[in-house]
């Protein structure tokens, strides 16, 4: 069976009730299964992780974008997190038994179908998207909502994928195909943001730090954030960021707290962290694990 993992990013981490209301859209919408979801006061976002048959997914993609663009006002949007709309951005990513390509065409679909239908302008990002500059999500959301709801009349380069070149209250939706993304969050003991988003511009490979890391500064309560999306955990392994961000750290005088894994992430991931800290190498392979021995085994 083919299975498909969505995550779409809501504008929206403080109203209790219209989370709960985005949550009900997308449940009744369809039999896949929301299996985490987490909202953020500070960002003013809310992350939900749902996986199902690939149509079960997009059903419920369009049930969430839907509800929040009739609950969700972005003139009046406050928070640290970029965005550019109600439903700020939605990911398709592979399981099992479906490619990164029929993720693409299920990601156009959906952009299609909500520019259609809501008259809300969609981008496509990522494997769906149709230009170099738009693979990178940061690309299309320069400005944000507020910079993108002028450039998008009279840039043509700002110009939607599909749908009107104006932005209604619930702003743009970017919508694409990507393969396992790493929210990670490290946490400092200090208030003063600019330590974080120093560090932010260093680690990120945008500036010259790490491949595969994109990664901003945030003051947060009660201490700052420095935030990141790691796009391919094997080539830069958690590990090797939390001992760049813990030197770096080191040199304005202050320490880590604690990290934060926002959202879902693979067990290979945190096994890759093990075997670094407890320095095992060739003495230890991973069929040693006895839940992943049961696992094979049933």
Known sequence: MALVELVPNFSEGRRQDVIDKILAAMKEASTAKIIDSRADPD???LVVTIVGEPEETFKA??????????LIDMDEHQGEHPRVGATDVVPFVPVTGITIEECTELAKRLAKKVSDELGIPTYLYEAA??????ENLANIRKGQYEGLKEAIKTDPDRKPDFGPSELPKAGATVIGAREFLIAYNIYLNTDDVEIAKTI???IRHKNGGFAYCKSMGFAT?????????LTNYKET???????????????????????????MIPVDALLD????Y???????????????KLTEME
């Open 237 to 263: 392994p958690m590990a090797m960021v939390v001992e760049t961000v813990r030197n770096e750290a080191r040199r304005y005088g202050v320490a880590i707290t604690e990290t934060e894994v926002y959202g």
């Open 273 to 276: 962290a093990a075997e670094y």
């Open 200 to 202: 932010g511009r260093n």
């Open 221 to 229: 309560k009660p201490y700052v954030q420095v935030s990141m999306n």
């Open 278 to 292: 407890l320095q095992l190498n060739g003495k230890w392979n991973r069929s040693q694990i006895i839940e992943k």
């Open 129 to 134: 998207a149709t230009r170099p500059d738009r």
């Open 61 to 70: 993609g369009f049930a969430g974008i839907k509800t929040a663009a009739e």
């Open 43 to 45: 960002h003013n976002r």
